[in-house]
């Protein structure tokens, strides 16, 4: 008899178990599925969706780091900014901002630590992946122009104005591209250059489908005579940088601080 109340309370031991595993799985995979496209793949990163900002993180609206380049410029930027998720528009949060060199090309690259995209050979097939934002990222060593969710601000060395200036604005904005005026920045010593885009080859005022520069975004495109530098950045059509969800743009404070070393 002693021995059969052993055999049960191992048999009960053992179900106990078995449900209790199968109930974990269930919760893990129901935290990582929302509808059909949304499973979180960790093979980036081990950590999973992170939630809301709580409301005792609010440090980040006031708090502006200062970062000083090997390239010859400065700058203010903000600690954290709103995280990108293509994958759940609706959720908010916050992630670092990371910003990194490549001297060999003269670019400085501002960007989201990390960011949430679909990846997937169809719609159908497509998972949520968490990217970690890296130099070796392909779409940050082959973009002249601005990477997914950053920016790439230009850097480059001039001693010819007029050939330095447009060799890059043709890299950058296109070959019929040039440089087409030029008045004084915010800054003294600072002039900013502006581009012969709503003008045709013979430089008269034409719409956007008639010029020979078909740029209709905001750029900034900063000399300075003294250091003999000239930086680029595009901001394009919508804020980059947003902070508190999307009612703070942080781009234009970001380029107002800017300094010539």
């Known amino acids: ?5 052993i055999i049960l309370l191992v048999l009960v031991l053992f179900i106990g178990l078995l449900i209790g595993g199968i109930y974990l799985k269930f919760l893990k995979n129901s935290n990582n599925i929302t509808g059909n496209k949304e499973q979180i793949s960790n093979e980036t990163d081990p950590v999973n969706y992170e939630t809301a900002i709580s409301s ?28 990108g ?11 670092p901002t990371k910003i990194f060199e490549d001297t060999d090309n003269g670019a400085i ?40 969710r950053g ?21 950058v904005y296109g070959y019929e591209c040039k440089m087409d005026r030029e008045k004084a920045w915010i800054k003294d ?16 005022q034409v719409g956007l489908g008639e010029t020979v520069c078909p ?10 005579e003294e250091k003999k530098l000239a930086v680029s950045v595009v901001l394009g059509q919508e804020c980059t940088f947003w902070g508190d969800g ?16």
């Open 109 to 148: 690259y501002i960007m989201p630590e990390y960011y949430y995209d679909f990846r997937g050979e169809s719609p159908e097939n497509s998972i949520c992946q968490k990217y970690i934002v890296s130099e070796e990222m392909d779409q940050i060593k082959q973009s002249i122009k601005n990477p997914f």
């Open 215 to 224: 740029v209709n975004y905001v750029y900034k495109l900063l000399y300075s």
């Open 1 to 5: 008899m002693k021995n059969k109340n």
């Open 56 to 83: 005792d993180l609010t440090f980040w609206q006031e708090e502006l780091m200062d970062y000083t380049s090997q390239l010859g410029i400065s700058f203010k930027y903000p600690k954290f900014i709103t995280g």
């Open 151 to 171: 920016w790439r601000i230009n850097i480059r060395n001039i001693d010819d104005k007029e050939v330095d200036i447009n060799s890059l604005i043709k890299d």
């Open 189 to 204: 010593g600072i002039s900013e250059i502006g581009m012969n885009n709503y003008k045709d080859a013979e430089g008269n």
């Open 246 to 261: 999307q009612s703070m743009c942080f781009d234009e404070q970001i380029f107002q601080s800017l300094e010539f070393e």
């Open 85 to 95: 998720d293509s994958c759940n528009s609706e959720r908010t949060f916050f992630v």
